[in-house]
């Protein structure tokens, strides 16, 4: 499979534990996004790599949360001290870079936090 | 406001009919735009880019207004299939800085 895979699928932990997801992007893309996704919401935008830069953060991204993508290939997402706010799908995406405009974005599964 | 609006769903609409979604965003300086489809508990994924001309591709027609910073996306013939939510998307900032919209629900009955 050469599309975007994220691990794991599903986590259920108690709140006040970390949680670490990762996501290998599809080989070619240099650009990398984090989403989050509340039930009848659409992808909120955490943050955003191009190679091994993080060139952008969301607010929404508190101090609790980072991301990493050391070698410019997979990424993580740790979420430190979980809150029963942060249950929701987590989004992986990666694209291609051409010139100024955007290019799809090719999503993964999603790893579904449920905090309790 | 949000940075990209969309009609509250959901639309119900029966087989063979017309629906149109509007999308509107705030920044100018917004460069690409594209319409997502997300069935239930999948990921989204691309339906169609837009561009300034207007672009079509079988039953579905997107429109793109950079005066109103309007977007619109237009299904005809609706099937069951269609059934699912319909996510605008807004780049800007070189391409990387990428925003959905909330997304509208279609429900297509026979």
């Known amino acids: 499979d050469t599309g975007v895979s994220q691990d794991p699928r599903h986590k259920i932990t108690k709140r006040g534990q970390n949680v670490t997801f990762r996501c290998d992007p599809i080989s070619e893309h240099n650009r990398l996004y984090w989403y989050r996704q509340t039930l009848g919401q659409g992808p909120e935008f955490l943050t955003y790599?191009?190679?091994?830069?993080?060139?952008?953060k969301s607010r929404l991204l508190s101090d609790r949360f980072s991301a990493e993508r050391p070698k410019g290939s997979f990424s993580t997402l740790e979420i430190q001290r979980t809150e029963q706010g942060d249950s929701a799908m987590y989004l992986c995406?990666?694209?291609?870079?051409?010139?100024?405009?955007?290019?799809?974005?090719?999503f993964g599964q999603g790893t579904r936090l449920t905090v309790v | 406001r949000k940075e990209v609006e969309q009609d509250p769903g959901p639309f119900n609409v029966p087989e063979g009919a017309t629906v149109a979604f509007n999308c509107t965003y705030s920044?100018?300086?917004?460069?690409?735009f594209f319409w997502y489809r997300q069935d239930c508990r999948k990921e989204p994924k691309l339906l169609m880019s837009?561009?300034?001309s207007g672009n079509e591709d079988g039953r579905f027609t997107a429109q793109l207004n950079r005066a109103s910073q309007y977007i619109s996306l237009l299904i005809r013939d609706s099937k069951l299939s269609d059934s699912a939510t319909y996510l605008c998307?807004?780049?800007?900032?070189?391409?990387?800085?990428?925003?959905f919209g909330a997304g509208t629900r279609l429900f297509v009955k026979a």
């Open positions: 837009v561009y300034s």
């Open positions: 790599f191009q190679n091994e830069a993080q060139l952008e």
């Open positions: 920044n100018s300086a917004s460069q690409s």
């Open positions: 998307v807004v780049t800007y900032t070189g391409g990387f800085k990428t925003i």
């Open positions: 995406a990666s694209s291609s870079e051409a010139g100024q405009g955007g290019t799809e974005a090719f």
